[in-house]
């Protein structure tokens, strides 16, 4: 579903024809009595849809036809019929964006949150001693041996009391390490995800461009009055014709 058809389903929603009843007086406009007449809304919409056409052109684009016995009125509803749908448009998608950037702005809370409580607990465990546990490992070990061949039984003692430590809780620094480069790299991207949709939510741009701004035209829409005598009379003619080809035909026969 494209942007024509989005546009075309706003401006046939009941919405549009109601807020262009309101501007116009339209019910009233096209004759029909909110009081006696039977279900006037719904005659309201039909009239309406007879009126006011919506055609999709080769063009992507849409092309609105206002018929009325004011040329003049007929000219300002096409435009203001899509100064509305514009309107709704905008309304929609600001609720649309601001359920987004809601969610952007609880997931950047959420990583941040995580950042944080995952910084504290590796902060605790830097201050035991510990980081990268194969580099600690290693170092560790080569203190340990270099301590035991010069003899110094001590110094020996308390690196394997880290070494012991570091067994304890090396594996677990490194999988915090991994969590909160991983929750700093997601919160980053949230971060800029919802400076983007904030930026999106306070700019008004317009939802349509429009080609041509709709004009009063210069003669009716509807079929002038003597061509309809003329199909009329030329109706009748063929009609006398053949009924009189007919009766010409029985009176050969009979």
């Given at each position: 579903?494209?942007?024509?058809d989005?546009?075309t389903?706003?401006l046939?929603?009941?919405?549009?024809?109601?807020?262009?009843?309101?501007?116009?007086n339209?019910m009233?406009?096209?004759g029909i009595?909110?009081v006696?007449?039977?279900y006037?809304?719904?005659k309201?919409?039909?009239a309406?849809?007879?009126n006011?056409r919506?055609?999709?052109?080769e063009?992507k684009?849409?092309?609105i036809?206002v018929l009325d016995?004011?040329?003049?009125l007929a000219?300002?509803?096409a435009?203001?019929?899509?100064?509305y749908?514009?309107?709704?448009?905008?309304?929609m998608?600001?609720s649309r964006?601001q359920?987004?950037?809601?969610l952007a702005q609880?997931e950047?809370?959420?990583f941040?949150?995580?950042?944080?409580?995952?910084?504290?607990s590796m902060?605790k465990?830097?201050k035991?001693g510990?980081y990268d546990y194969?580099?600690?490992?290693?170092?560790?070990n080569k203190?340990?041996y270099?301590a035991?061949?010069k003899?110094?039984?001590?110094?020996a003692?308390?690196?394997?009391?880290?070494m012991?430590l570091?067994?304890?809780?090396g594996?677990?620094?490194?999988?915090?390490?991994?969590?909160?480069i991983h929750?700093v790299?997601?919160?980053?991207?949230m971060?800029?995800?919802v400076q983007?949709?904030?930026?999106?939510l306070?700019?008004?741009l317009?939802?349509k461009?429009?080609?041509e701004?709709?004009?009063v035209?210069?003669?009716?829409?509807?079929p002038?009055?003597?061509l309809?005598?003329?199909?009329s009379t030329v109706?009748t003619?063929?009609l006398t014709?053949?009924?009189?080809?007919f009766?010409?035909t029985v009176k050969?026969?009979?």
């Open positions: 579903e494209d942007d024509c989005q546009l389903q706003v046939m929603s009941a919405e549009i024809k109601d807020m262009m009843n309101k501007k116009f339209l009233a406009h096209y009595d909110s006696k007449t039977a006037p809304k719904e309201y919409y039909n309406f849809e007879d006011f919506f055609q999709r052109t063009y684009s849409i092309k036809s016995i004011d040329k003049e000219a300002k509803m435009n203001d019929v899509v100064a749908a514009d309107s709704l448009i905008w309304r998608r600001k964006g359920k987004a950037y809601d609880f950047y809370a959420r941040d949150s995580i950042t944080k409580t995952t910084t504290d902060n465990l830097t035991l510990l194969k580099v600690l490992s290693k170092d560790l203190a340990y270099s035991l061949l003899g110094k039984t001590d110094l003692n308390k690196i394997k009391q880290r012991d570091s067994a304890k809780y594996i677990a620094y490194d999988e915090l390490n991994l969590k909160l929750n790299e997601q919160r980053s991207a971060f800029y995800k983007e949709i904030k930026a999106e306070e700019q008004a317009p939802s461009f429009i080609v701004s709709a004009r035209s210069e003669k009716k829409a509807y002038r009055k003597s309809i005598v003329l199909a109706s003619f063929f014709l053949i009924l009189l080809i009766v010409d050969k026969y009979f």
